[in-house]
T-cell receptor, first 118, second 115 residues
Framework: AQKITQTQPGMFVQEKEAVTLDCTYDTSDQSYGLFWYKQPSSGEMIFLIYQGSYDEQNATEGRYSLNFQKARKSANLVISASQLGDSAMYFCAIGSTAGGTSYGKLTFGQGTILTVHP | NAGVMQNPRHLVRRRGQEARLRCSPMKGHSHVYWYRQLPEEGLKFMVYLQKENIIDESGMPKERFSAEFPKEGPSILRIQQVVRGDSAAYFC?????????????FGSGTQLSVL
């Protein structure tokens, strides 16, 4: 079984500042992937970033980076230079990548609401 | 290149009626996943389908819920005799699967409200 824990129900950040959203996970799989999704108030789920369990480098996608600490089982999302449009719910998720391919059965955390202040 | 298309966007049903939710995956994707999001919660996996096959339905409630992905046409999530507890956002996602580390592409969801 897999589990994602997001301990921050809500976070506030000033525009142009960086913010870190916490995510810890638990899994018995040796090979897995960690994902972050953004859900704005309009409701759609937007993929942000992916980290494979065997990737040695932390993933980066534009202003998003994933601080992957395997020994601590944490996969925190760092958003640099926050923008007002970053205000949304953010979900961390984990999926098995057995066999080297990504399997779309993801386990999601409860989410963190990020509010960016001007 | 159209994304994952879900319709309707909003669906209102009275208790006891049937709800049919449709999902057309992205072009070239033959794998479809359905997720349910209850208020104030994260998404929960329901079912994974390939064309004409149910691969994993471990997240589907045992009764009243069914899903299909026919050879032609969209994937359908069907809820019979809806109850108030079925009120939720239902998301469909698709992937080609055959590429490692492929992210899921989600649709905009269907918000089901049961009166």
């Amino acid at each position: 079984a897999q589990k994602i824990t997001q301990t921050q129900p809500g976070m506030f950040v000033q525009e142009k500042e960086a913010v870190t959203l916490d995510c810890t996970y638990d899994t018995s799989d040796q090979s897995y992937g960690l994902f972050w999704y953004k859900q704005p108030s309009s409701g759609e789920m937007i993929f942000l970033i992916y980290q494979g369990s065997y990737d040695e480098q932390n993933a980066t996608e534009g202003r998003y980076s994933l601080n992957f600490q395997k020994a601590r089982k944490s996969a925190n999302l760092v958003i640099s230079a926050s923008q007002l449009g970053d205000s949304a719910m953010y979900f961390c998720a984990i999926g098995s990548t057995a066999g080297g391919t990504s399997y779309g059965k993801l386990t999601f955390g409860q989410g963190t609401i990020l509010t960016v202040h001007p | 290149n159209a994304g994952v298309m879900q319709n309707p966007r909003h669906l209102v049903r009275r208790r006891g009626q049937e709800a049919r939710l449709r999902c057309s995956p992205m072009k070239g994707h033959s794998h479809v996943y359905w997720y349910r999001q209850l208020p104030e919660e994260g998404l929960k996996f329901m079912v994974y389908l390939q064309k004409e096959n149910i691969i994993d339905e471990s997240g589907m409630p045992k009764e009243r819920f069914s899903a299909e992905f026919p050879k032609e046409g969209p994937s359908i999530l069907r809820i019979q005799q809806v109850v108030r507890g079925d009120s939720a956002a239902y998301f469909c996602a698709s992937s080609p699967l055959d590429r490692p580390n492929e992210k899921l592409f989600f649709g905009s969801g269907t918000q089901l409200s049961v009166l």
